[in-house]
């Protein structure tokens, strides 16, 4: 796996971000990342582990294969747009 530079990455050795939505798929949670995005308005978590420690400190999560949630979330975005 490639290492990001440190103004790519999230967390305490790159960025703090304050997103009014972070949306994760497969993130666990790390400590070092969620102090990276804990001050965002919304956090949704998609992980297949259900004790990842992203579910602590999400606001919203799914316990799921991003696979499975993905293509449904970009439906059911498709299917608001013209509303």
Known sequence: ASVLEQKKQIGLSGRTVRPKLIM???????VQFAAGMNHSDTIFAVNTDEKAPIFKVAHFGAVADLYDIVPKLIAQIKSREGR
Request: charged share 0%; proline share 0%; no cysteine.
């Open 24 to 30: 994760t798929f497969g993130v666990s949670g790390a």
